[in-house]
């Protein structure tokens, strides 16, 4: 009887614990972004009175409500791109002609970049995309608070809060952007510089207005320390280049663009890649710098002359 009543204790202790777990599900990726509201709400005042005043008055308020009730109080892997219209259409505005800077796998690089909308305009330099940049969030089903202990991955769950919402950033990005669009990919990433499926691949492509659009520049730029594993022409550059042409876009790429690489050699001035070279043969050099003392006495001996004709004039 002693035996039984222990057995029966165990199967109860192990069946709590396993609804424990079912109840309480922990995710494998970070909780919630803390004090996420004031960051959401601060970063939408900062960007409309200061990074970029001309997108004109915005209800950061409302817009923080807005995203707020897009993944509250819903399954936190039930949250789609279009629970986000409301968001999107309040935060958005013009994206100007010939800034728009997609991207794979170098997501720092670009926004060195872009300069915050200076250079160019990405999507994270967007009033939807500056508010959302970097952080996390999600929810929990019939509760009106945020999960600030774990929310799921991509790898858990496709639809959930984080990425249905860059989804719709990017569906919405590629929609408004029009003129020269211009595309930085990682030529060193050991996933392919292209990769698909991909946010460029299968929901910016595919909702670029072609009647918007005059050319597509694509950059290949190597990390500085990092391989060159990709170049233009060749495996997932080749696929993106073919794919855009027979959508019938003019397509253009360089590889190692000189304005990204003078960017990147900011941080490794003695790496080889960023070593500057004069194009004057080394010949010239020598007459050339010993001529420039022969031009300083000509200079000197002109502006004497000068001097003493101003002084003649004047006695």
Known sequence: MKSLFLS????????????????????KGEGTTKNLESIVIGRCYNY??????????????????????????KDP?????KDYELVINLSLHTIPPNKSLFWENNQLLVKSFADRGRRYMSLSDTLFGFFGDFLNWCGQANSAGLDYESCPTMEECENNAVDSFWRMASITYAQHSSGVIHVLLNGSAVGGAYPAPGFFADYEIPNLQKDKISKIVIWVVDDIEGPDIES???????????????LGYDVTCTDNYKSVMFLLCLDYPDDSKCTLSSSAPAAQRGPISSDRGGSWNKLLFVSFLGFLFRFALVY
């Open 8 to 27: 029966l204790v165990v199967v109860s202790v192990l069946f709590m614990n396993s609804f424990s777990d079912v109840q309480g599900k922990k995710w």
């Open 48 to 73: 409309i009175r200061i990074v970029n005043p001309a997108v004109g008055e915005k209800n950061c308020s409302e817009i923080w409500e807005a995203f707020k009730n897009a993944f509250i109080n």
């Open 77 to 81: 892997c039930s949250i789609l791109p």
């Open 232 to 246: 233009c022409g060749t495996h997932t550059v080749k696929i993106l280049e073919n794919r855009l042409k027979t």
